[in-house]
């Protein structure tokens, strides 16, 4: 199977702030993909993935955070550990079926796409969450 390649990048997607321009986040998702993409030579595979999270992020958000998400005044500090950890690895596992998808672009191998989707999933879920807790601000 090779290497674990964790795909730490994920984190920006879920440090990224919450009220900013929707269409900076979407150009920043491009470019940091863009980046990613120039140097491993994959063909816009992480760029066509971040952009497409980056995308679908608010309703992920609205999906871990209930309501609470929609009002100005939401933070992650008021949000449960679990809660932070479900949007992580939502991000994470969306994240990685459509890069795999592309990556392989067959439906045929749909056992592969999920072990390696389980596989690297575990890997990046669990390095994000250590750079997170690393990282994050006390909130309690």
């Known amino acids: 199977m090779g290497v674990i390649n964790p ?3 994920i984190i920006f997607l879920y440090w990224y702030p919450l ?3 929707i269409a900076v986040f979407l150009l920043v998702s491009f470019l940091l993909g863009f980046t990613i993409d120039f140097f491993s030579d994959t063909m816009a595979i992480h760029s066509a993935a971040i952009v497409t999270v980056a995308f679908a992020r608010p309703v992920l958000m609205r999906f ?3 309501a609470n ?3 100005q ?3 992650f ?3 449960t550990r679990v809660q932070r950890m479900t949007f992580l690895g939502l991000l994470t596992v969306f994240h990685h079926l459509i890069f795999f998808s592309l990556e392989l672009l067959s439906f045929s191998h749909f056992l592969l796409i999920l072990k390696k989707v389980f ?3 575990i890997a990046t879920f669990l390095i994000c969450l250590l750079l997170s ?3 994050a601000k006390e909130t309690e």
Do not use: A, Q, V
């Open 19 to 21: 009220r900013e321009n």
């Open 133 to 135: 807790s690393l990282f």
């Open 119 to 121: 596989m690297t999933g």
């Open 64 to 66: 871990c955070f209930g």
């Open 7 to 9: 795909m730490i990048y």
């Open 73 to 75: 005044g939401f933070t």
């Open 69 to 71: 998400f929609e009002f």
């Open 77 to 79: 500090k008021n949000t």
